[in-house]
């Protein structure tokens, strides 16, 4: 029987848990601090009370019964004894290794690292807590920094809660680039149509240099903000090795990281070049790295012939406030407006439903479309 380790439960480390366990004479070790697999990309409903905070969570317990869960943070990967340390220093030895060890924000501008971010559960509570009292107290104006999909999204409900709210907060949104589509000029005129028409003031081509407090620095202009939030991207989390890690491990064709024939990368934590170019860091990437993987390990076992990964981006689509979303299919159609939007949630809620096998999704989803913010209680 061969030992896959796993590092990590989120997109790659969980999806390829989920179908290694699947297969005769493999054991799956997944190491993961938590209890659940988070579906990142239903939090910013949770922050802004769109959903419960249960929704986006997937109890190991119930979909990982064909796995072995250790509760706890990888320290050390032993690259010549094949073995990986744990926090408690207990060791285990593997077959095969997948690095997917997660994300953590990316706060590189001076004055950000207290400031609120969008990363995790945890995150989206604090908030939503932060919105509250905003109301509670009566402050007027909240600074946003980040232009990618966490920042479009959550400035965007945001705007959108305080419109229904009938409150009036000046919402900043400070782009280091000049679009939100670099190389797609359609879809970024689109969507600042769409975030002036909520109100959201955006600020392209004003990078932030410094937060002081309550305030934000520009290149161009200082503000004075009562909340500020911080989506500036992720960085992938570095667990120590002899491993050469520059922004991720470098993989090759087969994810394997160069230079190692048992140890995968997965996610934010590959360097996967594609013609030149680095794979983003979506979830659908590290979905189809997953599987991927796992059906590399299967061939190997079998010693059938391998063929290499060959990553094709479905689309992107990205919600701007209550049924609305944008973004581009196969590259090639654009979706805007509510067929985007049902599109993408829906996608989302059965991506779940499949794993949770809970028929009160559905009812969270509907009253989720039919009464929205239900669960943003002042």
Not at 12 to 32: C, E, H, M, R, W
Not at 187 to 197: G, H, S, T
Not at 244 to 258: A, I, S
Not at 342 to 366: D, G, M, P, T
């Amino acid at each position: 029987m061969k030992r896959v380790i796993i590092i990590g439960g989120g997109f790659g480390g969980f999806y390829s848990s989920l179908a290694l366990q699947k297969i005769p004479n493999i054991q799956t070790v997944l190491i993961d601090p938590t209890d659940y697999f988070l579906y990142i990309p239903l939090i910013h409903e949770v922050s802004v009370g769109e959903i419960p905070k249960s929704i986006p969570q997937i109890p190991y317990k119930n979909t990982l019964q064909g796995t072995i869960h250790i509760k706890s943070k990888a320290k050390k990967i032993i690259l010549k004894e094949k073995i990986v340390q744990l926090d408690n220093d207990r060791t285990i030895s593997w077959d095969y290794l997948i690095i997917a060890p997660g994300s953590l924000p990316n706060l590189f501008i001076k004055g950000t690292e207290n400031k609120l971010t969008l990363n995790n559960l945890d995150d989206a509570i604090k908030i939503r807590n932060s919105l509250r009292n905003l109301i509670n107290h009566k402050e007027n104006s909240i600074g946003l920094i980040g232009e990618g999909p966490t920042g479009i999204e959550l400035a965007s409900e945001i705007a959108e809660l305080l419109n229904k709210l009938n409150l009036k907060v000046e919402i900043h949104q400070f782009m280091y680039f000049k679009r939100y589509f670099r190389d797609d000029p359609p879809l970024d005129i689109m969507l600042k149509r769409r975030m002036r028409k909520l109100g959201v003031k955006i600020h392209p081509g004003e990078p932030v240099r410094e937060v002081i407090n309550k305030k934000i620095i520009t290149e161009k202009n200082e503000y004075e903000l009562d909340v500020i939030f911080v989506c500036t991207g992720v960085k992938p989390v570095l667990i120590e090795s002899e491993l050469d890690f520059k922004n991720g491990y470098p993989v090759d064709d087969y994810c394997l990281v160069k230079g190692y024939k048992s140890v995968y990368a997965i996610g934010d934590a590959s360097l996967y070049q594609k013609n030149g170019n680095k794979l983003p860091n979506l979830a659908q990437v590290a979905e189809k790295q997953a599987k991927y993987i796992v059906f590399d390990i299967c061939r190997r076992i079998h010693n059938k012939k391998r063929k290499k990964f060959d990553p094709q981006i479905s689309g992107i689509l990205i919600s701007a406030g209550k049924y609305f979303a944008i973004g581009r299919i196969l590259n090639i159609l654009i979706l805007k407006g509510f067929l985007a939007w049902f599109a993408k949630r829906s996608l989302y809620f059965l991506k779940i439903f499949l794993v949770k096998r809970k028929f009160n999704l559905i009812k969270h989803y509907i009253i989720s479309c039919f009464f929205p913010n239900k669960f943003f209680i002042i």
